[in-house]
Each structure stands twice: as structure tokens, then as C-alpha cells.
T-cell receptor, first 119, second 111 residues
Framework: AQKITQTQPGMFVQEKEAVTLDCTYDTSDPSYGLFWYKQPSSGEMIFLIY??????QNATEGRYSLNFQKARKSANLVISASQLGDSAMYFC????????????????FGKGTLLTVNP | SQTIHQWPATLVQPVGSPLSLECTVE??????LYWYRQAAGRGLQLLFYSIGIDQISSEVPQNLSASRPQDRQFILSSKKLLLSDSGFYLCAWSVMVSEQYFGPGTRLTVT
């Protein structure tokens, strides 16, 4: 089973509107972290926002917020007031708590959502 | 502030030729280092990660290898490239289990 599922291959949004990018995850580990990255056409992966499994409040970073619903195992990214520069691929990723060697440093990525912001 | 460099930016190599991609990090000590590969239109696949010099873990058995000759230098190598090695290679660093920060990437085409 996939650990990270992004069901929207592509999304369109009008400039200045809000958009939600979906992400569901699968883990039995009580300790985990969820990340969102943006990849513009240049290819570089840009870290956007992080949510820990024990965090009580949803993470926010400027126009980005993470809608964390633990029971549903979802971690959707909300971008408010979309800008043309937000057009990019967006990846959700998860780090599970620990592996057999101790702390787990590995991220598992979803397949991404291509967001297009229309003027 | 921390900076991560990768080179070359693009590379075209024939099948069977060797490969060496380099990644260096500035502005931090003893970072965790990672190599990822991204096939066209796909997500990222972790290839190797290192939590210190001489501590390198391989995630996918293949004809690639990684080395860490210095604390902030991570090298991805191959003795003989395959067509399936084509892709976008990204290096990343982190402090412990925090978020990872990525370099600009190397686009490799094996012909």
C-alpha cells in the first residue's frame, strides 16, 4: 500500500482564490511528521510547511496552512490568495518515527499534484 | 545561512560510462545528507542517506553507490550507467529529523 497518496494529478485555481491540495497517509507509527514541498519548473524542491503527529494545532506558514485531520489520516495543504508564482508541482511527504536502526531520517513522497494558477 | 550546491547541473552520458555527481553543503556541521532520484513526472525516490562520515545507508539495490569523503560532501557514483539511470538527481540535507533542504538538482540523460 502506498504510504502517501495524492489523488489530484492536476488542479486549477484562479488568481487570488484559495486552493486545497489533498494528501492522505498510511502509518501505524504513533510518531510521524508530515511535510509539503513545492517544485517549480526549475526543479528545485522548496520546503513549505511541517506538521508533527503530536502537534495540537494545524501548522501555518504565511499563505500556507496544513489542515491536519489525524483520525482521517489526512494532511491537506491550503494555499490562500493564490498567486501566479504558486504554479508548480506540490509534494506531500511523511517521515515515520523510528526504524530498526533508531531515529528515522527518511522521507516518503507522494506522486505530487500539479497546480496551475490562472490569471 | 546554509547553502547546498550540486554539480553538474545537466549531464548527458552514454550507456556504460561512469558517473560522478557531487553535492556540498555550506553553513552547517555534521548534516544528514541524502540522494534522491526523480523520474520524469514522478515523485522522489530515496537512494542513499548518510548521518555521518562512513555511515551511508542504501535504500535501493542498483548499480549506484554513494560516498562521503568529507563532512559536508556527498558523492553519487556509478561504474557503468544504464538507460534506466536517467532522471533528475537531488541532494538534500537536514539536521537530525527536521525538514530536508534540497539542492538545485542534476538532470542526467543516459543515451
Amino acid at each position: 500500500a502506498q504510504k502517501i497518496t495524492q489523488t489530484q494529478p492536476g488542479m486549477f485555481v484562479q488568481e487570488k482564490e484559495a486552493v486545497t491540495l489533498d494528501c492522505t497517509y498510511d502509518t501505524s507509527d504513533p510518531s510521524y511528521g508530515l511535510f509539503w514541498y513545492k517544485q517549480p519548473s526549475s526543479g528545485e524542491m522548496i520546503f513549505l510547511i511541517y506538521q508533527g503527529s503530536y502537534d495540537q494545532q494545524n501548522a501555518t506558514e504565511g499563505r500556507y496552512s496544513l489542515n491536519f485531520q489525524k483520525a482521517r489520516k489526512s494532511a491537506n495543504l491550503v494555499i490562500s490568495a493564490s498567486q501566479l508564482g504558486d504554479s508548480a508541482m506540490y509534494f506531500c511527504a511523511m517521515r515515520e518515527g523510528r526504524d530498526s536502526g533508531g531515529s528515522n531520517y527518511k522521507l516518503t513522497f507522494g506522486k505530487g499534484t500539479l497546480l496551475t494558477v490562472n490569471p | 545561512s546554509q547553502t547546498i550546491h550540486q554539480w553538474p547541473a545537466t549531464l548527458v552520458q552514454p550507456v556504460g560510462s561512469p558517473l560522478s555527481l557531487e553535492c556540498t553543503v555550506e553553513g552547517t556541521s555534521n548534516p544528514n545528507l541524502y540522494w534522491y532520484r526523480q523520474a520524469a513526472g514522478r515523485g522522489l525516490q530515496l537512494l542513499f542517506y548518510s548521518i555521518g562520515i562512513d555511515q551511508i545507508s542504501s535504500e535501493v539495490p542498483q548499480n549506484l553507490s554513494a560516498s562521503r569523503p568529507q563532512d559536508r560532501q556527498f558523492i553519487l557514483s556509478s561504474k557503468k550507467l544504464l538507460l534506466s539511470d536517467s532522471g533528475f538527481y537531488l541532494c538534500a540535507w537536514s539536521v537530525m529529523v527536521s525538514e530536508q533542504y534540497f539542492g538545485p538538482g542534476t538532470r542526467l540523460t543516459v543515451t
